[in-house]
């Protein structure tokens, strides 16, 4: 059936360089948006009243079909909004990056950055929960107490406050890093690489300090990838879509369990999502950025 409603929806002015303003986005409400699903659907995957989590546009409303886009449990007694966070993408980016590609053991060191983040946050917890080593770091004094005093990470440093990474690296692993799992690169990715051991292994999940450079940042100690054997590799959750299953039998017992911390920092309004972004940007969120709009 086709309902005619009006569909407020954040768009970019046009194509930015470095990092966005608040004045780069900006909101619009078409007249005419028509036919939305789950509202109303025509799928036989998704029925009216269903809950569905997957990429969507950033709008109130939007029309989509089922490829991609999962239903959600409601017998799952936990909040939706965990569907944009540790039980969607973000939850398997740190499953499939940990498990699928640097296969923790229990006993060896796992370093983090990025760690009080959506992602880092759940990845440490889960190499805790391997019985490994977990040291992460973040931009912020208060980002580090977090990952220390909530989160139950090993140790922390605050990057920010360290004018010698490589020797924080040194001070918080002395041994020497098993796995690190990338969410920063430059500066960070260089001094790592230096204190990686043998076979360690890396998932580069995201260099959040170049996208807004106009020229990346040399790596000047890639050949330590070849001395030390080291397994670095790219990825994206959406590669492990096909684990999802299994991703879940392995989280959801921890999450019922209590013993797994999850931190989301919500606004409220589709119209504070531009300043939400840009403030993800800087480092200004603590947790998962959930933006709530209705």
């Not at 980016?93 to 699928?100: H, K, V």
């Amino acid at each position: 059936m086709e309902t005619t409603v009006r569909n407020k929806q954040v768009i970019l002015r046009d194509y930015i360089r470095g990092f966005p303003k608040e004045s780069d986005l900006m909101i619009v409400t078409p007249v005419n948006t028509t036919e939305l699903k789950v509202i109303d659907s025509d799928d036989p995957v998704f029925a009216k009243g269903d809950f569905v989590w997957g990429i969507v546009d950033w709008e109130e409303y939007s029309t989509v079909n089922s490829i991609g886009r999962s239903k959600i449990d409601i017998n799952v007694n936990v909040p939706l909004s965990y569907y944009t966070g540790i039980l969607g993408l973000t939850g398997l980016t740190a499953y499939a990056g940990l498990f699928e590609i640097c296969s923790p053991k229990k006993g060896e060191t796992v370093f983090v950055s990025a760690a009080a983040g959506a992602v880092g946050q759940l990845v440490g917890q889960f190499a805790m929960l391997m019985g490994c080593y977990v040291v992460g770091s973040a931009g912020s004094k208060q980002k580090v107490d977090i990952l220390l005093n909530k989160f139950g990470f090993d140790n922390a440093f605050n990057y920010k406050e360290e004018p010698d990474l490589d020797a924080a690296i040194k001070r918080c692993l002395p041994q020497g890093i098993d796995i690190y799992f990338e969410n920063v690169g430059g500066k960070m990715l260089d001094s790592v690489l230096m204190n990686m051991k043998t076979y360690g292994r890396i998932a580069v999940c995201g260099m959040i300090s170049q996208y807004h450079l106009d020229t990346n940042e040399g790596i000047q100690n890639v050949p330590v990838v070849i001395y030390k054997k080291i397994k670095m590799q790219g990825f994206a959750a959406l590669d492990f879509f096909d684990r999802y299953p299994q991703f879940l039998e392995f989280v959801l017992p921890y999450i019922k369990e209590r013993k797994l911390i999850y931190v989301e920092d919500i606004v409220e309004g589709l119209e504070n999502g531009p300043a939400a972004l840009v403030g993800i940007l800087h480092g200004k969120n603590v947790g998962k950025q959930v933006l709530k709009i209705a």
